[in-house]
């Protein structure tokens, strides 16, 4: 066996008895994979909606079983008072599905009512109102009386100002 001579490396094939030096991309690799798999399995169901909190998910019914879910509720609790109800038309409208309900007058004359419902049919909204109509109707009306009010501008933050509006308490 030859002596090895200082300053040469050991890099031939054969055991030196250390260990191999693992790659530590292909490590960071393998990592991360298993990660996105976890994710993947783990959150496949959850819907995710502007709104909900962390970790909060919206359960999205189809628009027919909203309704089914609608009807079941306005029969149960406004049925005395409307007949029974029947929903004539459901649509999605900015995030929540719209309903058209026909039900009965006090005179007893079928009428349709425009109802919301949440796509997880957890929260009824009988009037929604749309707020560029009513300021167009009461600055209307407003205006056929001859007392319109100027339109007040928002307040435009002050750039420098970094203690949230409130006034500041030093003299210059």
Not at 37 to 45: E, F, S, T, W
Not at 133 to 144: C, I, K, P, V, Y
Request: aromatic residues 4%.
């Amino acid at each position: 066996m030859e002596p090895k001579q200082q300053g040469q490396s050991s890099k031939s094939g054969g055991s030196t008895g250390g260990s191999k030096k693992p790659n530590i991309w292909l490590l960071v690799s393998i990592v991360l994979a298993i990660a996105l798999v976890a994710v993947l399995v783990i959150k496949p169901n959850q819907t995710s909606t502007e709104g909900t909190g962390a970790g909060m998910t919206l359960t999205v019914l189809s628009p027919e079983k909203a309704s089914e879910e609608l009807l079941k509720f306005i029969n149960e609790i406004y049925g005395p008072q409307v007949g029974t109800a029947t929903v004539k038309d459901i649509t999605e409208r900015n995030g929540l599905y719209q309903a058209v309900v026909n039900v009965l007058d006090p005179e007893g004359n079928p009428v349709d009512q425009v109802v919301f419902i949440t796509p997880d049919a957890v929260l009824f909204i009988p009037q929604a109102i749309e707020i560029e109509a009513a300021t167009a109707q009461f600055r209307a009306l407003l205006d056929e009386q001859g007392n319109l009010p100027p339109v007040p501008a928002p307040p435009e933050p002050d750039p420098i100002d970094d203690t949230g509006g409130e006034a500041d308490e030093t003299e210059e």
